[in-house]
């Protein structure tokens, strides 16, 4: 990392400064939609994300359970067809949107209920692995010594080394059946190394800035320093790194799912993807299958990857004047 | 480069090489499986094998592994069998080994990763380049964006879109595998042609998606690269435009592309094992999820290891010739 930033880190104030005109009030309420238009990728992110969560929360409320479990209505139907549900021995009928696939289960209710499953595997597990990487990089940061020592070269190895593959032999090798919890609380342990790295750096730079003196010297303890001085500045670096967080968790657990191995009977948005491989979905013109997961989680990806971009010019104000 | 960090990076390669290695031999034993034992009952109740072979196969997996021994002897001879690349035989294809059926799928990975790699680095820095280079068409301005979209998606998802519209559909490209099935792998003409054919796709998957995040970061250090003095001074001398772009430019931004692509091997060989599954390419992948659907743990530990060991490998490779490419790095110890 640079060491020469004269610049205050994520100066998230310096907009509000900036564009002062018009009375107090009337600011005030103007100000998010001065942001929306300062930060156009962050907010586009942002209420994509939310609208995908709510997507899931509020749509799942509407569809029966039963639908997104195998074997409860005719397989293989197209999209837009009348369809005969055979849930719990009933006999009736009813439109559905987006058809059913070939283990008889209704797509729209799986993507309804998978959606909210996955993004809460992918924050679940980014959520530990961000708590463990920020109190590592701090401590690391602040103290150094053997334990930072320890817990940095441990990152640096375990960044190179392909997650997927520990976690298929973990999966195998147990091979008892894990819920959505479980599998968040796995993936979480390879999470942290990131973020880690991200705030340890920032700290160590941040430690040596006049402000952190000034504050040690009138008497500030460490955590104050930490939590009242430190934490605020780093926000916008614990945001990224909280979204990169999320996305790789995601990326891990539909991979697990992908390979077979993910949480059973659950209609995980990865899962979906491994029966409709299993059932050669995509060979045999089955669009209907596959295409809700995939566009669900390329949403859910993209809204990470647009916070993510967002937050550059906010967690590296140089950026701010390129291209 | 110091004989200090020299040893310091040899060191880390083996700890995780044997890391690996005994994670594989710690945790069924921590776990409390015994997983040959559990797959042999396995088989014969699904009479699979009959029971004399089973018998067989345990003695012999028993006697492989030592497990009359104490166990620091079963683990020394654990890490023994694993730096010598033996891995015993193939629980599912007894009485092949592990080695054997792994040399097969390997070179078909090798393959797609290392072409598909040197065609994103390659794509992703021209376009990262252009667009940061002030006098180049608006048109890589425009391509820029989409490109960046599609760098979010992983590369499976992708992988079975692409089946759907150009193998399925349009009929342009086979629908998976790795080569005709029925013709027999062979050194001819023929043959490459045809797993060349098989392989654009699943490349066309990772290219797609991998350009985005080699373009971003060339885009940032070309935009670096024109804030530096040798380059003012380039054009002060009167060097034409091309040569600066090209010379001056992008041969100083894209010596760090090394070092994030050392770093994200990883991801990328897991993305390209999923899309393997996805294709039904003859590779890796394949050869994991048919190891992970058998329970075939000695095929899947040998995987598991020998992909562990290649990443370690190429990143150590990239660090030590990284030196010797780029004169602006030492690993000289700061005084």
Do not use: C
């Not at chain 1, 005109?21 to 156009?40: I, N, Q």
């Not at chain 1, 008889?104 to 530990?128: K, N, S």
């Not at chain 2, 940032?220 to 001398?237: F, N």
């Not at chain 2, 034409?240 to 010379?247: E, I």
């Amino acid at each position: 990392m640079t060491t020469a930033q004269p610049e205050s880190q994520g100066s998230m104030f310096d907009t509000t400064i900036e564009h002062q005109e018009g009375s107090g009030f009337v600011r005030s309420l103007l100000a998010p939609l001065r942001w929306m238009r300062d930060y156009p990728t962050l907010w586009a992110g942002l209420f994509l994300l939310a609208f995908m969560v709510l997507f899931g929360i509020v749509g799942s409320q509407f569809v029966d359970p039963e639908l997104a479990r195998a074997g409860t209505v005719e397989i293989d139907l197209s999209p837009g067809q009348t369809v005969d549900y055979r849930v719990k021995g009933e006999d009736r009928s009813a439109f559905s949107v987006l058809g059913t696939d070939s283990q008889g289960r209704d797509v729209w209710a799986v993507t309804m209920l998978g959606t909210p499953l996955t993004i809460y595997v992918g924050f679940l597990a980014a959520l530990i692995g961000m708590t463990i990487g920020t109190v590592l990089g701090f401590i690391g940061g602040f103290y150094g010594g053997i334990v930072d020592n320890f817990f940095k070269s441990f990152a640096d190895m375990l960044i190179t080394v392909p997650v997927l593959m520990i976690l298929v032999v973990v999966a195998v090798t147990l091979k008892s059946s894990i819920d959505v919890t479980q599998q968040a609380l796995i993936i979480s342990a390879f999470v942290w190394m990131w973020p880690l790295r991200t705030i340890r750096a920032q700290v160590l730079s941040m430690r040596e800035r006049a402000y952190i003196s000034v504050a040690q010297i009138s008497g500030a303890n460490t955590l104050e320093v930490i939590f009242l001085e430190m934490l605020p500045n780093l926000l916008p670096f614990l945001a990224a790194s909280l979204a990169t967080a999320v996305a790789t968790a995601m990326l891990t657990t539909i991979g697990m799912d992908a390979l077979g191995l993910g949480p059973q009977n659950q209609p995980t948005l990865g899962n979906t993807i491994y029966w409709a491989l299993f059932y050669s979905a995509p060979f045999r013109g089955i669009w209907w299958w596959w295409t809700p997961p995939v566009l669900a989680l390329a949403l859910v990806f993209g809204s990470l990857y647009l916070i993510t971009a967002g937050l550059d010019p906010l967690a590296n104000p140089r950026l701010r004047r390129q291209v | 480069m110091t004989a200090e960090y020299l040893l310091r990076r040899i060191g880390v390669f083996f700890l995780v090489v044997w890391g690996a290695a005994s994670f594989n031999f710690i945790l069924p034993r921590i776990a409390d499986v015994n997983p040959i034992e559990e797959r042999m009952s396995q088989l014969a109740s699904r009479g699979a094998v009959s029971s004399g072979n089973t018998e067989a196969m345990i003695k012999h997996f028993e006697k492989r592994f030592g497990l009359d021994k104490p166990l620091w002897e079963q683990y020394v001879r654990y890490i023994w069998n694993f730096a010598r690349f033996d891995f015993g035989f193939s629980i599912a294809f007894f009485p092949t080994q592990v080695r054997s059926v792994i040399s097969q799928a390997l070179p078909w990975t090798l393959v797609l990763v290392t072409v598909s790699s040197l065609i994103y680095m390659f794509l992703g820095m021209a376009l990262g380049a252009l667009v940061a280079w002030p006098g180049a068409s608006r048109a890589f301005k425009l391509l820029f964006p989409p490109i960046m979209a599609l760098s979010a998606i992983p590369y499976y998802l992708v992988g079975i879109a692409l089946i759907h519209f150009f193998a399925f559909q349009l009929e342009w490209f086979p629908l998976g595998g790795g080569y005709t099935v029925g013709s027999s792998p062979g050194w001819d003409f023929d043959f490459y042609l045809d797993a060349a054919k098989h392989a654009i796709l699943p490349a066309l998957a990772i290219i797609l998606v991998s350009i985005g995040f080699s373009a971003i970061q060339m885009r940032g250090m070309m935009v670096t690269t024109q804030g530096e003095d040798y380059m003012l001074l380039a054009e002060a001398k009167g060097a034409k435009s091309w040569r600066l772009f090209a010379w001056y430019g992008v041969r100083n931004a894209m010596l760090p592309q090394i070092t994030s692509f050392a770093l994200t091997l990883g991801h990328v060989v897991s993305g390209v094992i999923l899309v393997e599954v996805v294709f039904g390419y003859p590779g890796i992948g394949t050869m994991l999820l048919q190891s992970i659907r058998n329970f075939d743990y000695t095929l899947l530990y040998g995987i598991v290891y020998l992909v562990i060991l290649s990443i370690a490998l190429a990143t150590l490779i990239l660090d030590l010739i990284y030196p010797r490419l780029d004169p602006r790095i030492t690993y000289a110890p700061r005084s």
